[in-house]
Structure formats: C-alpha cells, structure tokens
C-alpha cells in the first residue's frame, strides 16, 4: 500500500516537472531605438530659421516677411500721400495764378477807364484849337502830352477800336442814330462822336457811332 502512494507521488511530480519544462520562457525585450531629436539641423539653413522661431511656434522667416510687406505697404501710402498733397498744391497754385491775373485785370480795367476821359478831353482840346495856332506852343505841349498818354495806354494792352468805314459791329460799336448818307453803304459807320477801346481781347467802351442807312 505504501508503495502504491510513492508510485503515485513520483507521477505527480514527473507531471509536475514537465508541465514547468513546457512553459514557454518570456522573449527578451528589445530595446526601442530613440526617436530622432527634434532638434537636429536641418539640411537648408536650419540652424537660422531655429534661431528666428517664435514663441508661438511659427518660424521667424514668415514673421520678418510680414514686417517688410508691413513696411513696403507704410512706404506706398506715404508715396501716395505726397503725390496728392503734391497735386493738391500744383492745383492751388494754378488757381492762385489765375486769380491773381484775373485782379490784375480787373484793377488795370479800372484805372484805364479813369484815365481815359482825361485822353479824350485832351483829344477834344487839340481838335478845337484853331488852324492858325496849332503851330504854337500850346498846342504842340498839348499835342506831345496826348501822344506821351497814348503811347502808355499802348504799352498797357489798350488799341483803339477803329470805326468810320467799318461795318457795323454791335460787339464793339455802339449807334446811336442813323443817317442817309448814298456814298455809304449800308450798315456802316458814318461818324464817331466818341473812340472806343479795347484792353488785350476785351472790350474796356464801346465807339459811340452813327450808322448810315
């Protein structure tokens, strides 16, 4: 009987043994290759856009590239600026010119229309004086005086404006009656009671006039 227990015994543990041979030995692990650092160089010019990163994780490249579009857009606004302000002025001195021309005008027309009654009051002097004393020395100041005043207006831009034999022209005649006259034709200017004058292209009086039929 004993030996009916060792028997079953030495089973057991034969059993026992091979079950532990049977287990299968853990592999042994392998140890992962470390990741590549993020810091590595990279090939083109890396090491210049590590050192311009940001913190917020965008590469210094793009940052810079902003500030110069930045600037470049500053440059051309300011350009803009002073091509209008330049544009501006251009325009205020054109205006400045041509007011300053237009009260030149308007000043020189008011002083010649005071001046010139004084050139027809000479004009009707010498035309009264008589034949016999045109010669003497009153009528010769006269005369000179009444040219000196002439030539000046004509230095200034004023013409006088022709009239006997002319047609008539109501843009720079004025009728004042009309007559018969057959050696005239019709519509043109038979006598002038008083000249007219132009200062450059306008007409400063008009020639009082009579027309024949």
Known sequence: MEEKKELEQEEITEEKVNAEANVEEPEEAVPEEPERASSEEPEDGGEEAEQASGPGGKKGFFRKKEKKDKRDEQIAELTDKVKRQL???????????????????????????????????????????????????????????????????????????????????????????????????????????????????????????????
Do not use: C, W
């Open 87 to 213: 544009a501006e002025f251009e325009n205020f001195r054109n205006r400045t010119e041509k007011e300053k021309a237009r009260m030149y005008t308007i000043g020189a027309k008011d002083v010649i229309e005071k001046i010139l009654p004084v050139a027809d009051n000479f004009e009707r002097g010498i035309n009264s004086i008589p034949e016999e004393e045109k010669e003497g020395p009153v009528a010769s100041g006269m005369e000179m005086i009444y040219r000196q005043l002439m030539t000046v207006l004509t230095d200034l831009g004023v013409t006088p404006i022709e009239a006997v034999g002319q047609e008539f022209d109501p843009n720079f005649h004025n009728a004042v009656m009309h007559v018969e006259n057959e050696e005239l034709g019709e519509n043109i200017v038979a006598e002038e009671f008083q000249k007219g004058y132009k200062y450059k292209e306008e007409v400063l009086r008009h020639s009082m006039v009579s027309v024949a039929n």
